[in-house]
């Protein structure tokens, strides 16, 4: 037989997460995680699930009924969107400027669709104008897809005027929101966004694993129609609906993570009690308290201000200064985290995180004060 290992319990230090995510999670998240667990069928959590839909709702500012968590991390959610609406055949204008938009297209390609690449150079936003005359180019487009924050270079694309030209076209809107869902202004239904997806662990400030998605009555429509089934069983979402359907009788599906639930709802609470526009405007004046100090270190940003992404700070390194070395330093020395640079801004930037709970001021202050006292020694 083989022995049994022996090992101490596992007990993390407290790090102060000021990278591209996870970011910071509120106390009282980790504390809802902590509750009993109940059984997924449970009608109090099936009530506390209700909740859950509309503080999504809430957060997305949309009415859509199928508005709910995947069971899984952003890159599920990604995935769910994309394997319930695509089928062979279908053709995607695919607007890439960053890591994301690229995986978009790996998606596209394995439901067999064909995707039609428009590339922008990393660090600045998908340009509608480009769209537009790409739309017209190629009228046989069912869909539009384009990321919204682009984490790995901290660059935010106009997502308003996108979904006017994807509805101006006849397509449906896939958007990659999560790194903007609860950071920036985000209006699925005002702005038309048909198919969106999130994630827990950036600006919702929750635990990593959960993916916020949400269809809009259009997308249904075109998940209703298929003419082939979802090539994803356990993403399928006419199976998932049967148990987040609203209905007191709920079909069984998949075991649901049911704290890590409780603490998505958590933070969806401290979310609304906040108050969307108060986050968002929250985020915006703690990135620019962080620019002035960025700045006064001789930082500069890799996306123009205009276009920039409050709470993802992507920053030039400094010539001579070994990338790896500082943030390492960081580590050990302050239990601080900012992230590397990826893709083509590998070894090039930092990217530095002001996302949820990890927006405010101390956090602000020990990073500026740490960089400073690297770059002394």
Known sequence: MIPAPEFASFTPPRRILMGPGPSDVYPEVLAAQARPTVGHLDPLFIGMMDELRS???YAFQTEN????????????????????????????????????????????????????????????????????????????????AFVHAETSTGALSDAQALCALAQRFDCLSIVDAVTS?????????????????????????????????????????????????????????????????????????????VNALYALHESLRLLASEGLEQAWQRHAAMHQELKAGLEALGLSFVVDEAHRLPQLN??????????????????????????AGLGDLAGKAWRIGLMGFGARRENIALCLKALSDVFKT
């Open 65 to 144: 009924p199928m508005t709910l968590a995947v069971s899984a991390p952003g890159s599920a959610g990604m995935e769910t969107c994309f394997v319930n609406l695509l089928e062979p055949g279908d053709t995607v204008l695919v607007c890439r400027n960053g890591v994301f938009g690229e995986r978009m297209r790996q998606n596209v390609e394995r439901c067999g669709a064909t995707a039609i690449v428009l590339d922008f150079p990393w660090g600045e936003p998908v340009d509608p104008a480009k769209v537009e005359a790409a739309l017209q180019q190629h009228p046989q487009v069912h869909f539009l």
């Open 181 to 257: 869902l609860g950071g920036v202004e985000l209006r699925v239904d005002a702005w038309g966004i048909d198919a969106i997806y999130s994630g827990s662990q950036k600006c919702l400030s929750c635990v990593p694993g959960l993916s916020p998605v949400s269809f809009s009555p259009r997308a249904v429509a075109r998940m209703q129609n298929r003419t082939r089934p979802v090539q994803s069983w356990f993403l399928d979402q006419s199976l998932v609906m049967g148990y987040w359907s609203g209905s007191a009788k709920r079909s069984y599906h998949h075991t649901a993570p």
């Open 55 to 57: 503080l999504l709702q």
């Open 314 to 339: 992507s920053v030039w390194i400094p010539q001579g200064v070994d990338d790896a070395a500082v943030r390492s330093r960081l580590l050990q020395d302050y239990n601080l985290e900012i992230g």
